[in-house]
């Protein structure tokens, strides 16, 4: 069951991991604890900026059991939506922050026999929770994480280099993937969060070399890229909201004080998922077949946006 | 009786060669039948198969694989030999089996416990459909039965045939037909060949 409801928290610590990557400690904002945790969970943090309100998913790096506080770390993007650039320049230690219940859409597989994990650039996130799970199974792991070389040192220090089942690859070109994904033994499952392109060259490597697609798994946190603004206009209540070019269609809504439903934010979940009435999608998530991104009847608020002007939504 | 509406029962489909795979093992339990799909498939496909000591006619039957396939001389031979062989394998097999029903499941859960998964495995049901009836009272296995009741071969109980199969057991679940009152024994019927 996903817990709703928020969990009231504070910025108990913030530390500076690169020029450009921040560790941000919550901890309860109150005598309660958090919940735990599953390994992979995210957590939407609520920020209220002086003019907008930004709701964004980040993979929690504490251990899960850890109830006593939550950790994220966050890469201040070029360009930002604004997210990001508040939580590096404008939060800080002792800020009020609202977090939701973590939940998990990049579950371990619990009956693989041995696990691959592929972490890209920041993508490793997801993975630190992963890590202490693994080993306290006892389970047959290899991490690789790939990112520039010149982040490489950081991610090593992230890692450790003690465990000789952690690789940092840093790496001026395209990854390759077939040296590790070639010669695995029966059951074993890859794990990829990071940018589109390395999944996708994963995913495929995987395919090529026989793997069915229940052994490859992803972590979509896709960022919404923005566009050209539209106006969405709700047949139930009747309101008519702008749409701008940073912001997502979701946060639109939520920006004019709508409970619009939501989990990952990240395309996957299919949680978001309301009816379209009048005008035409750009879908841009992952959840919707072919057949339903062309009858166009239903869109992915978190992601997806209009191509024509306007769009109605029964809502 | 046969048909008990039981809606959980095993759906089977012939054998199809999944080109995704890069190596492809065929397991043959029952020589009579022929996965002709298999000739066509320019696939690097190994089979095992079982011919009998007292089988006539079926070094005629085609198979594929290099050197021609692996013959064994009964279902359990196979079944022994499967764990090891799979516990070499690596990423990229596809497992096709075809036979009887106790013994494509017993398959399936080998090669579960050597990690392989739905998408890996393929099963068809080739040959007789007499069961392996599982007492759920002293859980003796009783092989090969055709009828809807059977003397239990441990306990002696007298169990009606259910429907009910299990694919972890690899068996139908027989339970006490006479347990409300016991002696009222209907007779039994020939019901699967």
Same mark, same amino acid.
């Given at each position: 069951?996903?817990?709703?409801? #928020? ?19 919550? %901890? ?80 371990? &597989?619990?009956?693989?026999?041995? @696990? ?25 792991? %290899? ?6 070389? #010149? ?50 060259a994963v995913a495929e490597t995987a395919k090529g070399l026989g793997w069915p697609a229940n052994a490859v798994h992803q972590e979509?946190?896709?960022? &919404? ?9 709700? &047949? ?17 809504? %939520? ?48 992601? #997806? ?11 | ?6 809606? #959980? ?77 799979? &516990? ?48 759920? @009272? ?19 109980? @007298?169990?009606?045939?259910?429907? @009910? ?29």
């Amino acid at each position: 069951m996903i817990i709703t409801g #928020s969990l009231p928290a504070r910025v108990a610590g913030i530390d500076s991991i690169s020029p450009t990557l921040k560790r941000f400690r919550f %901890e309860p904002d109150g005598p309660a604890e958090f919940p735990t945790a599953a390994p992979g969970a995210h957590v939407l943090v609520t920020l209220r900026g002086p003019e907008r309100v930004w709701k964004n998913a980040y993979s929690l790096v504490t251990p899960p059991e850890e109830r006593g506080h939550y950790a994220i770390i966050v890469r201040r993007v070029e360009p930002s939506r604004g997210g990001s650039h508040f939580l590096h320049d404008v939060l800080r230690s002792g800020d009020r922050v609202e977090l939701s219940a973590p939940a998990s859409l990049f579950p371990i &597989a619990s009956l693989a026999r041995k @696990h691959i994990l592929i972490g890209g650039g920041i993508g490793i996130t997801p993975f630190l929770s992963y890590l202490p799970v693994l080993k306290a199974r006892g389970a047959v792991f %290899e991490l690789h994480q790939f990112c520039a070389i #010149s982040e490489a040192e950081t991610f090593r220090g992230l890692l450790g280099t003690d465990d000789p089942r952690v690789h940092v690859h840093g790496t001026g070109g395209r990854p390759v993937f077939e040296p590790i994904l070639a010669d695995q033994p029966l059951g074993t499952h890859v794990y990829t969060c990071g940018p589109e392109g390395l999944m996708r060259a994963v995913a495929e490597t995987a395919k090529g070399l026989g793997w069915p697609a229940n052994a490859v798994h992803q972590e979509s946190f896709a960022g &919404a890229a923005g566009g050209r603004p539209f106006i969405v206009h709700l &047949a139930r209540s009747g309101q008519t909201i702008l749409v701008e070019e940073s912001q997502t269609l979701l946060e639109a809504l %939520e920006g004019a004080g709508i409970e619009a439903p939501c989990l990952c934010r990240g395309g996957a979940c299919g949680v978001c998922l309301l009816p379209v009435l009048d005008g035409e999608p750009e879908h841009r998530d992952h959840v919707l077949s072919e057949q339903e991104r062309a009858e166009g009847k239903i869109i992915a608020t978190c992601l #997806s946006r209009a191509k024509s002007d306007r769009l109605t939504l029964d809502y | 009786m046969i048909d008990q509406g039981i809606k #959980s029962r095993p759906q089977y489909e012939p054998l199809r060669p999944d080109p995704a795979g890069k190596r492809h093992l065929l397991l043959v339990a029952e020589p009579t039948e022929r996965p002709d799909a298999f000739l066509a498939a320019e696939l690097d496909v190994e089979t095992w198969i079982v011919v009998p000591r007292d089988a006539e006619g079926v070094a005629g039957i085609p198979l594929p694989g290099q050197g021609g396939p692996r013959r064994f001389r009964s279902p359990r031979q196979m079944l022994d030999c499967l764990a090891p062989r799979l &516990a070499q394998e690596r990423m990229g097999l596809r497992l096709y089996a075809t036979g009887r029903e106790d013994f494509l499941w017993e398959i399936d859960g080998i090669a579960r416990r050597a990690g392989m998964g739905k998408g890996e495995i393929q099963l068809a049901h080739a040959g007789s459909h007499a069961r392996r009836i599982f007492c759920v @009272h002293c859980r003796t296995y009783n092989e090969g039965v055709t009828t809807t009741i059977v003397r239990c071969g441990g306990c002696g109980a @007298h169990l009606f045939v259910r429907d @009910h199969f299990s694919r972890r057991l690899s068996a139908f679940m027989g339970v006490k037909v006479d347990a409300e009152t016991p002696g009222d024994v209907p007779p039994a019927e020939q019901a699967y060949r």
